[in-house]
């Protein structure tokens, strides 16, 4: 009976300890600004949606610059705004990136972000950043429809997206609608076209469309010759080109241009949280990316997302964003809740 | 994904001891036979220890709970149009398919397998005994990945059944090896002599008996159908698990999700329920006194190049083909593969988290092995029934109940470290407490009474006697648990601090990127910490079937 006691006790003294010790473990909340100091210090976390090694570039480089210490927490656009949102006030984010604009509304939306600094917004062009200065563009990229030239023909191209509705595509072309990318090319039809003729497209394209998980997957398959086609952001292929090629070397790119949704320029989008507890190495982060140094790892570095401020060109291997011929949006109007329930609704989630 | 949970071999709360029967059979356990003087009649439990137990059963409620409660909040119409819809139709079309498949296939390799290594003549069968349990080693989207990489067209319901068939059918057959060393050969030798021929031995002797290793082990199969994420998103062919993780990176927790969630609960629960209900009554085994004689051998006759085709097949298949995948890989990449800063990071933080996952575990875990076993009583049984319960529950749904909770609840446990490794303790306690209740069912109570009563401390007396026969059992609780942490994807990403970088979530990462070089490294050493516990597995199955 006494030993048993003992025992209990000896159990809960060592959950206790070993409670303890992981606690220590985890990691330490970040630095609290020092306040009316101009310089960044301490250390931020930066959730991330956008692809792990340009962020990390820019981390290290920023770190490199200022001594502040950068951790990512790795996600895509859509978990990560949700979790910010849910998260609220008790977040321990200082700044979000994503890859494109809709998951930054949805955070905007939530009254979550604090005001851009004016001296960052300045870098940046006004139709890469909403009126209200509550986040700012930061990279962008294009839409393109990937083929295969042994499968498809340049005669056979579609003219516009929503071509690709037409049951002549049937299993004739991919895409992955998993994906933050995809959702918000998704978003862009629907602020060009309505909800209506969204929920037609897409339900179109559930009986058309061959799904794949990742664009980089998507490439795969058409070089692959498993399918003629796919929706993907250009990036990818250039990364590709730019390595070994060996998933894209079978494959070219359409630019849709004139407008069509199919044309559709996305913006990637940086915020300062409103309960940063390091304001001032948070802006400083943002300001660092929109800037110069940051932007030209966009130019320089192995990413081929194009740069936004006009200091810096894109990497020359790209069209020139003004060729082609994107459909005017507001960024600030893209929506990412309305997409994720129409998408859900035909089927893809 | 978690090779060798045997998790979940039901909570069946009758003497027999069937529970621990199915879940000793799949090769975790030691002795499942209670001791004669290990129960404690008429004394009553510590406080303490109660208390603790009834603790840490309460938070294996929580992920269930949290299905169940939000269930009721969405609300009737919100919920049914979420579960009604053709997407959840093709999925069950998709996870049903695959589990009705894929379990009777790994039941039949598994057992065909076991009789081989166990019960012919063939040559190198002894070799092939431990070479047949190292696709446990090999986590399923691992797997996947060889699999891919060799043939990158895999897509669909029957490459999903291939790589699951691979990954899985370890788990029937080394429960089936070890019971087969166990059967009285008596009754095969009465069919015998009553006029049966090999064949009507096997069928109607023999696999009849190996009756509880198969459910037990085939439950585990399904369970880890219906959990794995990886493996199958890699293929592109999506489950109720793929789909939830995909719900969860557009909307983090949103209704749509928790309502697939809610849907693969009730897919687990009636996994669970029909095997208790298949398991029967009837019970196998050798009474009387005498000892058993080894199992006569069959030999092959023209039959040899058969068997070995087989077995080397699967071997080759299993092992063979994701072995050559990073191997490939890793001649590609070269050395600079492996100077990848990461690596070394997500090394030490992963066996970190094995480890403080496998203490905590194993030492939450003894409060409840104790009661079951000194103590038993009704509420004993019941609290183990509700962590087997919670165990058999995919990853991505508690790690979506734990997410909500901690944001909505216990902001200060939110991303750190300890709700991580709370997460390990709700999935792979059973794994720790079947083989903590197994040890110190084995331990003679009498002789910690002896060594009491000849002036030792009571305490002292627990260190010096108890923990010396129950080290071993705690030492395969822990790795046990240690292997599953080490192969664990989509909770440590749900959950993890902000940074975290372990094996299987950079591995992950650079799948994704289609990175098929810089994942193998990662691969590899999965691979590399997985092995040592494998064949720990392997050697503790054989020590059960000479008990």
Known sequence: MISTR????????????????????????????????????????????????????????????????????????????????????????????????????????????????????????????????????????????????????????????????????????????????????????????????????????KQNAVVYKGNSTVMKAINAGEIPAGVIYHYYWFGDQAGTGENSSSTEMHYFKNQDPGAFVSVSGGGVLETSANPVAAQAFLAYITGKGGQEILKTGSSFEYPVSDAVDANDALVPLGELDAPVIDPSKLNSTTVTDLMTEAGFL | MIPAAPSTATPAPDESGAVRGAVAETGATGSAERTDAAVRVGKRPSPFIVAAAITVSLLGLLPLGYVIVTGFLTGWPALSALVFRPRVGELLVNTIGLVVITVPLTAAIGVAAAWLVGRTSLPGRRVFAVLLATPLAVPAFVNSYGWVSAVPSLNGLWSGVLIATLSYFPLVYLPCAAALRRLDTTVEEAAESLGSGAWGVFFRVILPQLRLPILGGALLVGLHLLSEYGAFAMIRFDTFTTAIVEQYRSTFNGPAANALAGVLVLLCLFLLIGESGARGRARYARVGSGVARNAPRRSLGAFTPVGYLFLGGLFALAIGVPFWSVIRWLAQGGAAVWADPVLAQALLQTVGYGLAGAAATCLLAFPIAFLAVRYPSRLSRGLESVNYLTSSLPGIVTALALVTISIRFVQPLYQTTVLVIVTYLLMFLPRALVNLRAGLAQVPVGLEEAARSLGKHPFAAFLHVTTRFFAPSALAAGALVFLGIVTELTATLLLAPSGTRTLAIQFWSKVNDIDYVGAAPYALLMIVLSLPVTYLLFARSRLTSMQ
């Open chain 1, 6 to 205: 003992r025992l209990a006790l000896l159990a809960a003294i060592g959950t206790v300890t070993l409670l303890g010790v992981t606690g220590c473990s985890a990691p330490e909340e970040s630095a609290p600004a020092a306040t009316g100091a101009a310089t960044p210090s301490g250390s931020i976390t930066v959730y991330n949606a956008q692809h792990e090694e340009l962020t990390q570039a820019w981390a290290d480089e920023f770190t490199a610059e200022t001594g502040v210490t950068v951790t990512l927490r790795n996600g895509s656009d859509s978990e990560l705004g949700n979790q910010l949102v849910q998260e609220g006030a008790a977040s321990k984010a200082d700044v979000f990136l994503t890859e494109n604009s809709p998951a930054m509304s949805l955070v905007d939306g939530a009254g979550l972000f604090a005001p851009v600094d004016d001296a960052t917004l300045e870098q940046v062009p006004e139709e890469y950043r909403p009126s209200t200065g509550m986040w700012t563009g930061i990279a962008a990229r294009s839409t393109v429809f990937a083929y295969n030239p042994s499968l498809l023909s340049e005669s056979e191209l579609p003219a516009s997206l929503l071509d690709l509705a037409d049951p002549a595509w049937a299993g004739r072309w991919a895409a992955s609608p998993s994906g933050a990318d995809f959702q918000a090319i998704v978003s862009a039809l629907l602020e060009l076209e309505g909800e209506d003729a969204t929920r037609d497209w897409l339900a179109a394209m």
